[in-house]
């Protein structure tokens, strides 16, 4: 197919959302002016002229793309350039946290009042490299800078945490600046307890169910066919097994909620770093409040070992001593030893009192710290309809704050896991979160002990 563009004349797209569309409009002519052809897609008719003139996406030589919050809540704009990494000129136009598929092209952070002009000299200078100074060529461990003309966002590559985010030592500086005044709350997931052995909710809900089966002399029974077989959801199946139980029900969830625990649980790396962060500092920085969603009692004990104050608060009226850290287990608490009312968020019926009841205690802690302070996310995969709920609310009411979730990428990178990695880090976006990526679990604790150093 022939192609419409000459090989000298190079072509450069602008995208940008509607509200920039005249800013576009101006990048163009300048680009322009500079002998390239160039076409704004935010303009529709332009956009159609494209495909008129059979350009295809080889034949474009830069991608400008005019980044504001607008165009990045477009799930569109996460996948349509996912292919051509190399390609994109990021120009940051607000104060957006970027997505994962901008970390390998270049970013500028214009500081003038002639964007058209500014966008123009950054082409210039991105399609003729031997006019940019070493320390502006992409590729750099650390991070890209370009000291002469057009003045970049430095944006962090790998580093030897393992850890990729959109600007990591800006996360980092938040974080630590946020433990120094005392406002940074660290919320945790289930995977902080798996990490010492703690079954994970479907392994402890297949092993009440394999006990049930016992119990009753169902042995022949298949438990896989048996799950299978019933309805799909977490919840009912906790409902089952409250049913199954009765009065028992707690007991039996502690015996299969510690059944695989390790020896020294606190001992794990991950629980381990948590303590290091949640020890007062000799400056006086310390953890505001830790929110758990977890049953078990296995930060605790790590707080004992290590001669960390606390207190553990599960039901509305319980209070904190005001020199001890408070632990909130907004799920119920039931730890290895006896405990009276565990109040504990198990079954469908609990959950559904969550959403019914928006000033329980449980729902108000989070959202208090939610819209007041800092928040740091471990273990949590975001599912949680009432945990998306709360931090949809929080962060409508102060988009200000800045909360991150550290997360694993997957291990195979293939084309479908980076388009779900993009997918996931604009979705923790959207709830206020910016994602702090990893390759290994083991990743993890590295990180949130740089958090305390």
């Not at 957006?96 to 970390?103: A, K, M, Q």
């Not at 660290?186 to 016992?214: E, K, P, Q, T």
């Not at 709920?389 to 102060?398: A, C, P, Q």
Request: positive net charge.
């Amino acid at each position: 197919m022939e192609k419409l563009v000459e090989k000298k004349q190079k072509t450069i797209l602008i995208d940008a959302s509607i509200e920039y569309l005249k800013l576009a409009e101006e990048t163009k002519k300048e680009i322009t002016n500079k002998g390239y052809k160039a076409y704004n897609l935010a303009d529709k008719k332009e956009a159609k002229q494209i495909i008129k003139e059979k350009i295809h996406w080889e034949d474009v030589s830069s991608i400008v793309v005019l980044v504001s919050h607008a165009y990045l809540e477009s799930s569109y704009s996460l996948l349509k350039y996912s292919s051509f990494k190399s390609k994109i000129i990021a120009i940051v136009l607000e104060d957006v946290i970027l997505p994962e598929f901008f970390d390998k092209s270049t970013c500028y952070k214009p500081r003038t009042d002639n964007i058209p002009n500014y966008v123009a000299e950054v082409v210039v200078h991105s399609l003729n490299p031997n006019t940019l100074p070493k320390a502006g060529k992409i590729g750099s461990r650390r991070s890209v800078g370009v000291k002469k003309g057009p003045e970049t966002v430095a944006l962090s590559r790998d580093d030897s945490s393992g850890v990729k985010t959109d600007n990591l030592e800006e996360s980092f500086k938040t974080l630590k600046k946020a433990l120094s005044e005392n406002q940074l709350t660290l919320v945790c997931g289930a995977g902080v307890s798996i990490s010492s052995g703690i079954s994970a909710w479907n392994d402890l809900l297949c092993s009440m169910f394999n006990d049930v089966l016992l119990s009753k002399s169902e042995s022949d029974v298949n438990l896989d066919e048996l799950l299978s077989a019933i309805p799909n959801s977490n919840l009912i199946l906790g409902k089952y097994l409250k049913l199954q139980y009765q009065d028992g029900f707690d007991a039996a969830l502690k015996k299969n909620l510690y059944r695989n625990i390790k020896k020294n649980p606190e001992d794990s790396k991950l629980i381990k770093s948590i303590v290091e962060l949640c020890r007062p500092q000799r400056s006086m920085c310390f953890v505001n409040s830790i929110i758990t969603y977890n049953f078990d009692d296995l930060i605790e004990r790590a707080f004992e070992k290590n001669n960390v104050k606390y207190t553990s608060i599960w039901k509305e009226g319980q209070k904190s001593d005001v020199n001890s850290l408070p632990i909130y287990h907004v799920h119920g608490f039931l730890p290895n030893k006896k405990l009276d009312t565990p109040n504990l968020v198990f079954s469908e019926e609990a959950y559904h009192s969550q959403f019914i009841e928006p000033y329980s205690w449980g729902n108000l802690q989070q959202l208090n710290a939610f819209t007041t302070k800092v928040c740091l996310f471990v273990g949590i995969s975001l599912s949680d309809p009432n945990l998306r709920r709360l931090l949809d609310v929080s962060y409508r009411k102060n988009e200000i704050v800045s909360h991150y979730i550290i997360m694993k990428r997957a291990d195979k990178r293939l084309k479908c896991h980076e388009i779900a990695d993009d997918l996931f880090a604009a979705d923790a976006r959207a709830l206020g979160l910016r994602v702090m990526w990893c390759d290994k679990y083991e990743d993890i604790p590295g990180i949130i002990s740089k958090i305390a150093k």
